[in-house]
């Protein structure tokens, strides 16, 4: 069993930050790449960003120049440090990785986080 826990949502006012970090636990032989992906209300989830095992990252382009994804290959975890925050990133962040356990390779989800950006 694969589990990503998200922390570091919350509600912050525009021009703010906030740092959204995940952890993955459980049977995990590799991690192919790890990212954040966000859902508005009424809208369809999209990718923000994400950071491969080589530490490539690929950036929506509304969050370039303000989001900066990371990630601890030693904790399993990836972070999103985000600044200049706008009331248009107000979403669930989802952490999002590909996972290669002793059996598959799987794609996993975390619970979301809520974050609420306020003009």
């Known amino acids: 069993q694969v589990r990503l826990v998200e922390s570091g949502g919350g509600s912050v006012q525009a021009g703010g930050s906030l740092r959204l970090s995940c952890a993955a636990s459980g049977s995990i032989l590799s991690i192919n790449s790890m990212g954040w992906y966000r859902q508005a209300p009424g809208k369809e989830r999209e990718l923000v960003a994400t950071?491969?095992?080589?530490?490539?990252?690929n950036y929506a382009d509304f969050v370039k120049g303000r989001f900066t994804i990371s990630r601890d290959n030693a904790k399993n975890t990836v972070y999103l440090q985000m600044n200049s925050l706008k009331p248009e990133d107000t979403a669930v962040y989802y952490c999002?990785?590909?996972?290669?356990?002793?059996?598959?390779?799987?794609?996993?989800w975390g619970q979301g986080t809520r974050v609420t950006v306020s003009s």
């Open positions: 950071v491969a095992s080589g530490a490539y990252t």
């Open positions: 999002n990785a590909v996972i290669t356990t002793f059996y598959v390779v799987g794609d996993y």
